[in-house]
Nanobody
Framework: QVQLVESGGGLVQAGGSLRLSCVAS?????LGWFRQAPGKEREFAAA????????YYADSVKGRFTISRDNAKNTVYLQMSSLKPDDTAVYYC??????????????????WGQGTQVTVSS
């Protein structure tokens, strides 16, 4: 069993930055971030493999968000810059062994955190 705990969310003005963290207890594999805005489905944001040799980003965050991990601390980070009001959502950390072609699919991931709220004001 893996437990994931996110932190770092908050209120920020448009154009600002935030760094999310997710600490895992237990064995992790590929780590990822998803987000869910009010009234919308959960969507993929970013993912990183165990060795950090590959990263994946949704088109909506590419160039603005950076995912990284520290395996010694069993932690994954999401550095978010140039934030927009459309980035407002609950951000969830997840781990699993998604296939490369389905890495953005919700059901490819096995364990989820409780989420942290990010609100971007205009």
């Amino acid at each position: 069993q893996v437990q994931l705990v996110e932190s770092g969310g908050g209120l920020v003005q448009a154009g600002g930055s935030l760094r999310l963290s997710c600490v895992a207890s237990g064995r992790t594999f590929t780590l990822g971030w998803f987000r869910q805005a009010p009234g919308k489905e959960r969507e993929f944001a970013a993912a990183i493999t165990w060795t950090s040799d590959q990263t994946y980003y949704a088109d909506s965050v590419k160039g603005r968000f950076t995912i990284s991990r520290d395996n010694a601390k069993n932690t994954v980070y999401l550095q978010m810059s140039s934030l927009k009001p459309d980035d407002t959502a609950v951000y969830y950390c997840a781990t699993g062994r998604p296939s490369r072609l389905r890495i953005g699919e919700f059901d490819e991931w096995n364990y989820w955190g409780q989420g942290t709220q990010v609100t971007v004001s205009s």
